[in-house]
């Protein structure tokens, strides 16, 4: 089990690249929870809301009303989601700004004190190894949930769209699946 100073010591290696990774990743993780806790939670009581006052509305306005809360579901479904994908998109970046803040490490050492400097070269090919491989990682976790909060979303969706078109508010399936 890694401990405190494991981690203190990898990012010590890393730099002030895996720090700026694991910012950037907390506020992504963050917004992937909250979107789980919303898709989970929140939307559907809100979808309960929405269905009740489609059925209490009158037949003429009905269809217009089923169209404005789709569309206001949607929004509220999506709420985050862009920000998830630009964050996810900008850590594997950053582990390349990582990469190469550790090479220009690694040919400082060079530069300075020739090939003799194994330590220093092996300190700026570390930097850029670990900021490769945490950017990557965190990438890769954020792309993988996105695309379940997306199936998540469009399940949601669906599932509004059809108890708008049903008028069927007793079914309490529709709600928990």
């Not at 998830?84 to 594997?92: N, Q």
Request: with cysteine; charged share 20%; hydrophobic share 50%.
């Amino acid at each position: 089990m890694l401990t405190l100073e494991d981690w203190l010591a990898f990012f010590e290696r890393g730099g002030y690249v895996v720090v700026l990774i694991l910012a950037v990743s907390c506020i992504m993780w963050s917004l992937i929870v909250e979107r789980y806790w919303f898709i989970t939670y929140s939307s559907r009581a809100h979808d309960r809301r929405m269905v009740e006052a489609w059925l209490k509305a009158t037949e003429h306005s009905r269809e217009w009303l089923r169209k404005a809360m789709l569309i206001e579901q949607h929004s509220l479904l999506q709420q985050f989601m862009p920000t998830i994908k630009v964050l996810t998109a900008i850590l594997p970046l950053m582990g390349l700004f990582g990469t190469v803040t550790g090479m220009i490490k690694t040919f400082d050492a060079i530069t300075l004190f020739g090939t003799g400097n194994i330590r220093g070269m092996a300190a700026g090919i570390s930097e850029a190894m670990l900021t490769t491989m945490a950017g990557l990682v965190t990438a890769l976790s954020g792309m993988y949930f996105i695309s379940e909060l997306q199936e998540r979303v469009i399940a949601a969706e669906h599932r509004l769209a059809s108890q708008l078109t049903n008028g069927d508010s007793d079914n309490e399936e529709a709600f928990d699946g």
